[in-house]
C-alpha cells in the first residue's frame, strides 16, 4: 500500500510539471399574523405593519413550469447527470495532478455507472486505481493518501457496501484533522450511488445519510440535477474536508443543459427550485421531483409552495431555510431517508430552535417507512414517499 501511494505521488509529481502549461388559479388566502392587535406581513424577513384593518396579503401564483435546474443558462452543452459528474472530476483532474481516484472497477471497466469511463486511459493506472473488494482497505488507503496531500476520491459501487468502511469514514476520515491537533487535512471525497427504485432489494437501496451526519468533521451533499452535481463535485474536490456526496440512482440518466464555462457551486447553500408564498416544501435528492409534481397539483388547487432543494445535508443552509419560513410560516420536509433519526429529524430540530416563534403550524415530515425496502416494486413504491401524499399534507398544513 505504500509503494503504491509513493508511485501514485511520483506521478502526481510529473504530471505536475507537465501540465503547468397561462391565467393565474385563484388562490387560498391565509390570516395575517398578529402582534398585541396590530398586523403584520413579512417579506425577506424585514417585519412591517400593514396599513389598514382590512388589508390581506396579495400573493400571486408562479404557476410557470420550473425546469431541473433554474441556473442553466441558453448556452451551454446537454449532459446526463453521470457525463457531469465525470466532466468535474475530469476538469478537477486536469487542474490538480493530486487528484486521484480509488474504488472497485472504477479503472478500465468505467465504474458501476460509468461515472469515470475513459480516465484510467486518459490518466493512467495510478491515478485512477482498480481496488479488491474491500472498502475497509482502500477507504483507509484513501484516508492515508489525503494526509500525504493527495486529494483522493473513494468511489463505493453501492453505498451500502460503505458501511464496510465505517471505521475508516467515522474514526479517521472526520476525525484525524481534530485528533492530529490540525497537523492533517483530509480533503477527501467518498461518492456513489444509493436510494431507492430500482428493485435492488434491502442491502442496495440504502440511504446512509442517517448514518453519516452525525460523524464530526464530515460535509454531506446530495445532488439532484446535472449542473448541481457537476458543481458540488468540483467544489467537493477542492474542499479541505472530508465530503460525502449523495448519488441517487434513478438520476444518473437524467438529461440537462449545463454552462460551456467552468463554475463551481457552494457545499453549504440550498436552491430555491420554486418561490412560492403559502407553505415551504424542503426535499433534496429524487424527493425534489416528487415535490415538483405534487407543485403542479397543489398550484392547481390555489396553493403558492415555495420549493427549496437543500443540497447541503450537513451543514443545513438555515439563512436560506429561515428566510423560507419567515415568508411562510408553514414547513413540509419530505425525504426518502427513513423516518427514525433521518435528516428529517435532524431538520425539524434545527428550525424548531432557530425559528420556532415563525411558525403557525407544527412541523410535518414526510419520510420512507422504517422498514427493510422490498425487492417487489409495488411494495417498493409503497415504502417511499408518493407525490399524492404530498399533495394531502400542503393541503393538511394550509388548513
Known amino acids: 500500500m505504500a509503494s503504491s501511494l509513493q508511485l501514485i505521488g ?84 486536469d487542474r490538480d495532478p493530486r487528484v486521484c481516484v480509488f474504488g472497485e472497477d472504477v479503472g478500465h471497466y468505467g465504474g ?11 490518466y493512467g493506472d495510478l491515478r485512477v486505481l482498480d481496488t479488491p473488494i474491500a472498502e475497509n482497505s482502500f477507504t483507509g488507503m484513501a484516508v492515508g493518501a489525503a494526509m500525504t496531500g493527495l486529494r483522493p476520491i473513494v468511489e463505493g459501487m453501492n453505498m451500502g457496501f460503505l458501511l464496510l468502511a465505517f471505521n475508516q469514514i467515522s474514526n479517521n476520515c472526520g476525525m484525524l484533522h481534530y485528533t492530529s491537533g490540525g497537523q492533517f487535512t483530509i480533503p477527501t471525497v467518498i461518492r456513489g450511488p444509493g436510494g431507492v427504485g430500482r ?42 474536508n472530508p465530503v460525502i456526496l449523495f448519488e441517487h440512482v434513478l438520476l444518473y440518466n437524467l438529461k440537462e443543459k449545463i454552462p460551456d464555462e467552468e463554475y463551481v457551486l457552494s457545499l ?55 428566510n423560507s419560513v419567515k415568508k411562510t410560516h408553514r414547513v413540509l420536509i419530505v425525504e426518502e431517508c427513513m423516518r427514525t433519526g433521518g435528516i428529517g429529524a435532524s431538520l425539524t430540530a434545527s428550525i424548531n430552535e432557530n425559528f420556532h416563534d415563525y411558525l403557525d403550524a407544527p412541523i410535518m415530515c414526510l419520510s420512507s417507512q422504517d422498514v427493510p425496502t422490498p ?25
Open 10 to 93: 511520483a506521478a502526481c509529481a510529473a504530471f505536475s510539471s507537465s501540465s503547468a502549461k397561462q391565467g393565474t388559479p385563484s388562490l387560498v388566502s391565509f390570516p395575517e399574523r398578529r402582534h398585541g392587535g396590530i398586523r403584520f406581513s413579512r417579506s425577506n424577513g424585514v417585519v412591517s405593519p400593514i396599513a389598514g384593518s382590512g388589508c390581506r396579503r396579495s400573493v400571486v401564483a408562479n404557476a410557470t413550469k420550473v425546469e431541473a435546474s433554474a441556473t442553466a443558462t441558453k448556452t451551454g452543452h446537454e449532459l446526463l447527470l453521470f457525463e457531469a459528474l465525470r466532466e468535474g472530476l475530469e476538469e478537477e483532474m
Open 268 to 322: 453549504e447553500e440550498a436552491e430555491t427550485v420554486r418561490p412560492g408564498q403559502h407553505v415551504t416544501i424542503l426535499t433534496y435528492s429524487r424527493m425534489r421531483y416528487h415535490v415538483m409534481q405534487a407543485a403542479k397539483t397543489l398550484v392547481n388547487k390555489g396553493y403558492d409552495p415555495e420549493v427549496i432543494d437543500i443540497r447541503s445535508l450537513k451543514p443545513f443552509d438555515l439563512y436560506t431555510i429561515g
Open 375 to 399: 425487492y417487489a416494486g409495488t411494495l417498493e413504491e409503497w415504502t417511499v414517499v408518493q407525490p399524492a401524499q404530498i399533495v394531502t399534507a400542503v393541503e393538511q398544513l394550509c388548513k
Open 112 to 122: 458501476s455507472y460509468k461515472v469515470t469511463k475513459g480516465l484510467a486511459q486518459k
Open 199 to 240: 428493485q435492488l432489494g434491502a442491502e442496495h437501496s440504502q440511504r446512509l445519510e442517517s448514518y453519516f451526519q452525525s460523524i464530526p468533521g464530515i460535509q454531506m451533499v446530495a445532488c439532484s440535477t446535472p449542473y448541481n452535481a457537476k458543481g458540488l463535485m468540483k467544489a467537493a474536490i477542492r474542499s479541505e
